[in-house]
C-alpha cells in the first residue's frame, strides 16, 4: 500500500536526546506526532515504513527514530490514508491547526520540504482519545478511507480498531 500516515507516539516519561544535527531537546512525557508518507514497494510501502517506525532496534536514520527507539516512548496508533499523492505536508499542516500542535524542535522530521516540524507535541489537555479523534477529522478532508491501527500494549502485535 502507497500513503500517508501519523503516529501517535505516547511518551511515559520525559527524557533528553540529541537529535543529530539539530542538538540537543528535551522530550516531556505525553503525546508527540509524526507524520510522513510511504510511496513505494517493500521496505517503502506503507507497511514496511510503519513495521520499521514500531520496531524498537534500528540503527537511527530520521529524527523519529531517536523517540520510536527510545525506552520511554512507545506507538500506541497510526492513522493512515491510501493514496499515491504525498499528503505529508498539507496532512501535517492540518494536524498542527486541529490539535494546536507544536514542534518537538525546530527543523524535526522536516529535513527534505520547507515545514517547521513534521514530529509534533500535542498539549497534554488533550488525551490520547482526542488526539485520535482530531486525526481522523483531518484525514476525512483528504477524502479517500481513513484507516486506524491499534498496537496492543501488551505485545508488538497490532489489529485495526
Ligand atoms: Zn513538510
Not at 527524557?15 to 539539530?22: A, D, K, W
Not at 510511504?38 to 510503519?50: F, I, P, T
Amino acid at each position: 500500500m502507497r500513503g500517508t500516515y501519523t503516529l501517535v507516539l505516547v511518551c511515559d516519561e520525559g527524557f533528553g536526546v540529541v537529535m543529530g544535527r539539530l542538538g540537543r531537546v528535551w522530550v516531556g512525557a505525553g503525546c508527540c506526532l509524526y507524520t510522513g508518507s510511504a510511496l513505494g514497494v517493500g521496505a517503502q510501502s506503507l507497511e514496511g515504513r510503519v513495521e520499521r517506525h514500531v520496531r524498537r532496534w534500528k540503527r537511527r536514520r530520521w529524527h523519529v527514530d531517536y523517540l520510536t527507539s527510545n525506552q520511554h516512548c512507545r506507538v500506541t496508533r497510526v492513522v493512515w490514508l491510501i493514496s499515491p499523492r504525498r499528503l505529508e505536508c498539507a496532512i501535517n499542516r492540518a494536524v498542527a491547526e486541529e490539535l494546536n500542535a507544536r514542534p518537538v524542535l525546530a527543523g524535526a522530521g522536516s529535513s527534505d520540504c520547507e515545514c517547521d516540524a513534521h514530529l509534533l507535541r500535542v498539549q497534554s489537555s488533550v488525551g490520547v482519545r482526542g488526539v485520535v479523534r482530531g486525526l481522523v477529522r483531518v484525514y476525512g478532508r483528504f477524502g479517500g478511507r481513513v484507516r486506524l491501527m491499534r498496537f496492543a500494549s501488551s505485545s508488538r502485535t497490532f489489529g485495526e480498531g
